[in-house]
């Protein structure tokens, strides 16, 4: 093995590493943070308690943007919007979720959330949190937890190709 | 609990190579390259008034991590050593190399088997798992030739024409053996000869393929069958033909070398010298003996002398130079070769690898075509996807710490005499589990006739099987990363590589960390609670305390079998020697009395690891005799090994330093080890020492040994352990090799900021970061994407993230000590960007609590180690609405030490990201690219600093 300039600490990383169990979220040892006025101190669930909610029920749409986007369809300029999906994030709430316009009156989608663990393996179920689209009009998937990747797809049914955002 | 080792698979030895070479995947940059190069200064004296107008050429082999490595000097160049090809397999990084190399009869070519050495851990590896390609010699061309050949020293074996012959042996003890034929012009298998027989030392002659089967010189039939031609004097070691039709051969008779011409059939005496100073080498124009040849023959057509003083490693093909070292260092090789005209030589360096590089594919089930887009259920996705190993790669909670040598030795020591006993905290290294003691949560078994195992043996069974790693040997000691597993995606040929594009569970091997603890070790196997199996993943010490078992189990085995018991001298566990048959079952296994009838009425231990298997070279000295040996382990069995390892502790550098990483065990009065000569082990009538050539010639019961074998008065010549530490001390501190880069990051350096800066960490749970620095929530989200496509919904039937997992590692490196790396790779496509099976985006999204279009300057953290792409291509999104990103290239390499880098200024909207990729063209698949952490400092409207400005 290669070796470079071999240090020994005095303290052993386990006893260290020991000393460190539990406290990593308690008092951050960073800087402190200056952020803009908190926007959601109504959120009523953050991360994982957030999973399958309606973001506008647990107030976690007042400080969600926008973080990616999809057209599902082509139109011509000066059209009415095309259909498109988007994936919202909301901070306040750790928490994700998905918009869809369908556009049209005949629309027949299956909105999907896809997630992925955060660091890779299997992908997780894919239908738990959308909604099959019926007609023109918009459409809010339920929420999931923001700490996976995660995107928006629209499925046309019954046989469509997916239309997917890009992965946040 | 009943714990198995297996045929020992295993990411073993790595064998140091000298103690440097087999480097963790996860280094610092390559040092400087040293030396120019190694050629005589002043050749007219050295070689000879002709050497510029001489076409004499040799070729020497030696293998690093990167690969085996071929050099070729010329005498035209002074003897220049330049580098002429790199042989490896494509795949994860596979630990160091080792092989064997023979120049054709046109001088054209050279022949190569090579294989890691982690091999040498594993019987069927040994017998079938090596590669061979041939290399052109005037361009270093390389083509491969088959995949699963014989590790051994005869292999491969060229002869007068570019016909060259390679063996691979068959059966569990390799009792028989494939004979195949390859033209070297054409680098194609001509004819695989099945040998129901163990055949050796085989040489092409004109008239027909030879070898040595049953201890005699036997010509091998077009169908395979041998025809007995003679009976050499001894033992062979060494078999060449030549192109006037005759075979010379070298064998040993006792203290004695013998050499032998067959020719017209007969067989004459042509020399004799001492046992490991006659040596024989073909080359051009016929056959050379080499060594002491004061007692050879001369006028023998096609044979000629070469007087050295010292054994040789390889000889030129005219016999003008003499390789008496070629031995790998840190990122270079040593050489001391010597010319044949005026005995002069030289030493020297040159840098490791150069000229062409050939990556052979490795075997393994090919991926699944990508199907249609069948939309399995998510259950079903899951079930095929779950793997057979109970403890899991790049999880957060299973970070093993790699110890340092002093904590192996300290612990080892504890182990052996029931005294592991250090109390292990409640979430030790963030597992999540209770509070426990190594050995109270694994009780040491009792060894049969009392006593404890010789903690020296021990240290050598650790080295051997792992380097002594616990954690994932891309972790030098101090890191934590994810655990070491054997063959964890059941993608690991016979042996030993990883086929990154295969996957298949039911294969899995599961053999967990230093002590490689395999039974047990499978997800739903109940020998130990879910708790233990992740101890025993991540605690070196619980680890330890298992694998000792293992060992104690073969002890026993041997020494309570219902045949009788298997005693080595006076039998007494404390003596190293005595263990001598348990660490041979312990790698090749034991035959049971009980299960004769299984195996023809033999009973015992077996073949393969008789030191008087004809695979071995008979007139090998002592493993370690020379440091160098390391370098080609494929000269000694296991056992040899093991005791090699124990006689000579393992090694490592610090600096040009050559440091032990353990002690000598306490010598009996020859101040050595006392090992058995490898007739200990006939159990044939005729098998005195020096008689016959092979004592198993036939398979029958003198291939196998039991019963009781006296070498040694082991009270008074025999080794015991050595403690350096005292029994019931406290744990060793532990040395790390590289610092943690623990410092908080306040951006300061940067005098335009307007607030603090936010750190995006590699592991959203911060708390999961185990190397103990303070450290506080991340302020964005940090995702890693696998395959491409990502995730399993485009294909569920072949999904691409699975294959990338492969090579995906988490480092205990980086800001924080904790990082992620994996190796570049080259696009599917020539024009493309994206590899389908590889590829892996590093997603770094900050919470951005500023107004949009703020300013930031943006910094990746580069690590101190396991980051080395040159042109890492960061990709900035300022706006998640936008589709143009801003792209910065950095150097990753810091030569050793953590570093920040900015990647630019930006104005920044809410949901921008930062994104890294390892697919760049051109890339091998064989260089760290590193995802560590990356800040976002706020400079309000101010454009502040540029890509690839230090920090």
Not at chain 2, 478 to 485: E, I, R
């Amino acid at each position: 093995m290669r070796h470079r300039n071999l240090v020994t600490m005095a303290a052993s990383a386990i006893a260290v590493a020991t000393i460190m169990v539990g406290a990593a979220s308690a008092a951050a040892a960073g800087p402190d943070r200056v952020a803009e006025a908190p926007a959601a101190a109504l959120a009523s669930c953050s991360g994982e308690s957030c999973r399958g909610k309606v973001a506008a029920e647990q107030g976690c749409a007042a400080d969600a943007y926008q973080v990616a986007g999809v057209a599902v369809e082509d139109v011509p300029p000066g059209a009415p919007p095309a259909p498109h999906a988007l994936l919202y994030y909301s901070p306040a709430c750790d928490a994700a979720y998905g918009y869809y316009w369908s556009g049209n009156d005949g629309d027949q989608s299956n909105i999907l959330v896809q997630t992925l663990y955060p660091y890779g393996g299997a992908p997780l179920p894919e239908d738990e949190i959308g909604y099959p689209s019926r007609g023109r009009n918009t459409f809010y998937t339920k929420m999931v937890p923001w700490g996976f990747s995660i995107r928006v797809c629209i499925r046309p049914l019954p046989n469509g190709n997916d239309k997917c955002t890009e992965w946040r | 609990m009943t714990m198995r080792k297996n045929s020992i698979g295993i990411l073993g030895i790595l064998a140091l190579l000298a103690g440097s070479a087999a480097a963790t995947s996860a280094q610092a940059a390559p040092a400087s390259p040293t030396a120019a190069g190694v050629a005589f200064a002043a050749p007219d004296n050295a070689l000879g008034d002709d050497w510029q107008t001489s076409s004499d050429t040799a070729v020497a082999g030696v293998g690093d991590t990167d690969g085996f490595h071929l050099y070729v000097a010329r005498e035209a160049a002074a003897f220049r050593w330049t580098p002429l090809a790199t042989l490896r397999a494509s795949g994860t990084d596979l630990g160091a190399w080792t092989g064997y190399v023979c120049t054709t009869g046109s001088g054209r070519y050279a022949v190569a088997v090579y294989a890691p050495v982690i091999a040498t851990n594993r019987p069927a590896a040994t017998m079938a798992g090596a590669f061979a390609s041939v290399v052109d010699l005037a361009t270093g061309t390389a083509r491969h030739l088959v995949t699963g050949v014989q590790l051994a020293y005869f292999n491969p074996a060229c002869g007068p024409s570019d016909r060259v012959l390679l063996t691979r042996a068959v059966g569990r003890e390799g009792e028989r053996t494939d004979l195949l034929a390859v033209d070297a012009v054409t680098a194609e298998v001509e004819s695989t000869r099945r040998i129901d027989r163990q055949l050796t030392t085989p040489t092409p002659a004109p008239d027909g393929d030879y070898g040595i089967a049953g201890g005699r010189l036997v010509k091998v039939g077009a169908t395979g069958r041998l025809t007995a031609v003679a009976t050499p004097a001894g033992q062979p070691f060494a078999v060449e033909a030549t192109s006037g039709g005759a075979v010379d051969l070298v064998s040993v008779r006792g203290e004695q070398a013998v050499a032998q011409r067959w020719q017209g059939g007969r067989l004459t005496r042509t020399g004799t010298g001492p046992r490991q100073r006659l040596q024989l080498f073909r080359g051009a124009g016929g056959n050379r003996l080499v060594g002491d040849v004061t007692k050879v023959r001369s006028g023998v057509p096609g044979l000629s002398t070469l007087r050295a003083e010292r054994p040789v490693r390889a000889v030129s093909a005219q016999g003008h130079l003499m390789v008496e070292r070629v031995a790998p260092t840190d990122k270079a090789v040593e050489l001391t070769t010597r010319a044949a005209h005026s005995g002069r030589e030289i030493n020297g360096s040159i840098s490791a690898g150069g000229g062409p590089t050939l990556s052979v594919p490795l075997p393994g089930r090919p991926a699944a075509k990508a199907g249609p887009a069948v939309r399995a259920g998510p259950a079903a996705r899951l079930a095929e996807d779950a793997p057979a190993c109970a403890v899991p790669r790049n999880n957060p909670s299973v970070q093993p710490l790699q110890p340092s040598y002093n904590m192996v030795e300290w612990a080892v020591e504890q182990a052996v005499h029931g005294q592991l006993l250090v109390q292990r905290p409640a979430n030790y290294l963030k597992t999540g589990l209770n509070a426990y003691q190594p050995q109270v949560r694994f009780p040491p078994h009792q060894v049969a006739y009392g006593g404890t195992v010789p903690s020296q043996l021990m240290m050598a069974i650790l080295s051997q099987e792992t380097n002594m790693a616990q954690a994932s040997w891309h972790g030098v000691p101090g890191d934590t990363a994810n655990p070491l597993v054997s063959d964890y995606y059941g993608n690991r040929d016979a042996n030993g590589n990883s086929n990154i594009e295969v996957i298949d569970y039911t294969k899995s091997d599961c053999g967990y960390g230093i002590g490689q603890v395999t039974t047990g070790m499978r997800a739903g196997e109940t020998v130990f609670t879910p708790e233990d199996k992740v101890r025993i993943a991540v605690d070196y010490a619980a680890n330890i305390a298992a694998a000792m078992n293992i060992l104690i189990d073969k002890w026993n085995q041997l020494n309570q079998d219902s045949g009788g018991r298997n005693k080595l001298n006076d039998g007494d566990p404390r003596y190293i020697e005595n263990w001598y048959a348990a660490v041979w079952a312990y790698n090749s296994g034991f035959y049971p009395y009980a299960e004769r009838a299984s195996h023809g009425g033999n009973w015992g231990v077996g073949w393969f690891n008789n030191p008087v298997n004809p695979r071995l070279p008979a007139n090998r000295p002592r493993f370690l005799a020379d440091p160098d040996d390391a370098s080609h382990p494929g000269d000694w069995t296991y056992p040899e090994l093991i005791m090699g390892w124990a006689e000579t502790p393992q090694w490592y550098w610090l600096g040009n330093e050559r440091l032990f990483k353990y002690s000598k065990p306490a010598f009996g009065s020859s101040g050595k080890l006392i090992l058995p000569n490898i007739y200990s082990f006939c159990t044939s009538a005729k098998c005195v020492e020096g008689l016959p050539a092979n004592p198993c010639p036939d398979r029958n019961e003198n291939c196998w040994w039991h019963g009781e074998t006296f070498w040694a008065i082991c009270s008074s010549a025999c080794a015991t352990e050595r403690l350096t530490y005292p029994l019931g001390s406290a744990e060793r501190p532990l040395q790390r090799s590289y610092g943690t880069d623990c410092g908080n990051f306040t951006g300061d350096r940067e005098p335009r900021k307007i607030g603090p800066p936010l750190i995006v960490y590699t592991l959203n749970e911060t708390g999961q970061y185990n190397l103990g620095c303070p450290i506080g929530p991340s302020d964005g989200k940090f995702t890693l994407r696998l395959g491409n496509p990502a995730g399993g919904y485009a294909n569920p039937v072949d999904p691409t993230w699975r294959f990338a997992q492969i090579d995906l590692h988490q480092l205990g490196a980086g800001h924080k000590g904790h990082m992620w790396f994996t190796h570049v790779y080259k696009p599917d496509y020539p024009d493309g960007d994206s590899n389908a099976k590889h590829q892996i985006v590093a997603t770094w999204s900050p919470d951005l609590p500023y107004p949009d279009d703020t300013r930031y300057d943006i910094v990746a953290h580069l690590p101190s180690h396991g980051g080395e792409w040159d042109t890492s291509r960061y990709y900035i999104w300022p706006d998640p609405k936008g589709v143009v990103p801003k792209i910065c290239s950095i150097d990753q390499s810091t030569n050793g030490a953590d570093r920040w880098k900015y990647l630019g200024n930006l104005p920044l909207k809410k949901g921008a990201r930062v994104q890294l990729k390892n697919v760049a063209a051109g890339a091998q698949g064989n260089i760290d690219i590193a995802f560590d952490a990356v800040a976002f400092i706020p400079t309000g409207t101010t454009d502040a600093q540029v890509c690839n400005a230090d920090y």
